[in-house]
């Protein structure tokens, strides 16, 4: 398997539109596990950990987000795989 990490960091209109819920959403039915959040600064944050091919799926489907969101920008930076999470959440 190739397993690692991608931490994203997303803009636009991303908050209050059920973008974290869409996220929780793929990232579950694509196996992956980690987190996203609302950031006070109105972007959200994503950590997902599990097959590259999955994560670079979940990134597809978040640049496109659910109907009512509209992403200006997404900063993805790779790092290793971790287990510490055991399914995927929304934590804020």
């Known amino acids: 398997m190739n397993d ?3 931490h994203l960091l997303i803009s636009g209109l991303v ?3 059920g973008y974290r819920y869409f996220c929780l ?6 196996g992956l596990t980690g987190w996203a959040r609302n950031n006070p600064n109105g ?4 950590q997902a950990y ?4 999955a994560i670079e799926e979940l990134i597809k489907e978040l640049k496109v987000g659910p109907f ?3 992403v200006r920008d997404m900063k993805v930076d ?3 795989f971790s287990e ?3 399914s995927f959440t929304i934590t804020g």
């Open 78 to 80: 790779w790092g290793k």
């Open 4 to 6: 690692c990490s991608a």
């Open 43 to 46: 972007t959200v944050e994503v």
């Open 15 to 17: 908050q209050g539109v």
């Open 25 to 30: 959403r793929a990232a579950t039915r694509l």
């Open 84 to 86: 510490e999470f055991k």
């Open 68 to 70: 009512s969101a509209s």
């Open 50 to 53: 599990g097959n590259r091919s």
